[in-house]
């Protein structure tokens, strides 16, 4: 069972697609996260909003455009995207932002062809 | 800035033998510290933090960390390890000043439970 829901679980596209990544958060928390996880790298933090405004902006290039409607979605839409953004995208929220534990998603395998 | 190392990649250990994954951290100021635990295509899930109060901190499943400022380090045990405990293990700290403050993670280190 978890509270933070990610939609679609695995994504395969080409470089010139345009696709979106979708988070929902069942818990009532009011931050919301995605970071993506390489194979032998440290978890990368991308996007943080707080109560829907962005408050981190980790140096992500601009083919990542984040979405934060309301409180308790997150969107991630993807376009132009290179190989070496293949990777696990894993969506997370939290009850204050800077509170813990963080809840994590299954995450989106995204592979780019 | 502050950083986290987790020094093995991977642990292979027998099934009911004590395990000991290493974590270590570096910041000038206090941290709050954590390891979450991912199954094979799951998210991360928490399994225990510091934030203050005693240096011995209980999780689930069994698994337990000591705070260690002297040494920085935070390194998580497991006196009997089970088949299931097999998934790869994250540390992470925050600073825990005010503001906005990113957690960072380590690499990860896999665990290997052997029957």
């Known amino acids: 069972e978890t509270g933070v829901t990610q939609t679609p679980r695995h994504l395969v596209m080409g470089m010139t697609n345009k696709k979106s990544l979708k988070c929902e958060q069942h818990?009532?928390?009011?931050?919301m996260y995605w970071y993506k996880q390489s194979a032998k790298k440290p978890l990368e933090l991308m996007f943080v909003?707080?109560?829907?405004?962005?408050?981190e902006n980790n140096s992500v290039p601009s083919r990542f455009s984040p979405e934060c409607p309301n409180s308790s979605h997150l969107f991630l839409h993807l376009h132009t995207l290179q190989p070496e953004d293949s990777a696990l995208y894993l969506c997370?929220?939290?009850?204050?932002?800077?509170?813990?534990?963080?809840?994590f998603g299954d995450g989106t395998r995204l592979s780019i062809l | 800035a502050q950083s986290v190392t987790q020094l093995d990649s991977q642990v292979p250990v027998f099934e009911e033998a004590p395990v000991e994954l290493r974590c270590n951290y570096s910041?000038?100021?206090?941290?709050?510290l954590f390891w979450y635990v991912q199954y094979p295509n799951q998210g991360l899930q928490l399994l225990l933090k510091?934030?203050?109060?005693?240096?011995l901190v209980k999780g689930i499943n069994g698994f337990e960390a000591e705070f260690n400022k002297s040494q920085t380090s935070f390194h998580l045990r497991k006196p009997s390890v089970h088949i299931s405990d097999t998934a790869e293990y994250f540390c992470?700290?925050?600073?825990?000043?005010?503001?906005?403050?990113?957690?960072?993670f380590g690499i990860g280190t896999k665990l290997q439970v052997i029957p």
């Open positions: 997370a929220s939290s009850q204050g932002v800077n509170n813990q534990p963080q809840h």
């Open positions: 818990l009532g928390h009011n931050a």
């Open positions: 909003y707080s109560l829907e405004e962005r408050v």
């Open positions: 910041s000038s100021v206090s941290v709050y």
């Open positions: 510091y934030l203050s109060g005693s240096t």
């Open positions: 992470a700290a925050q600073i825990s000043s005010g503001g906005y403050q990113k957690v960072t």
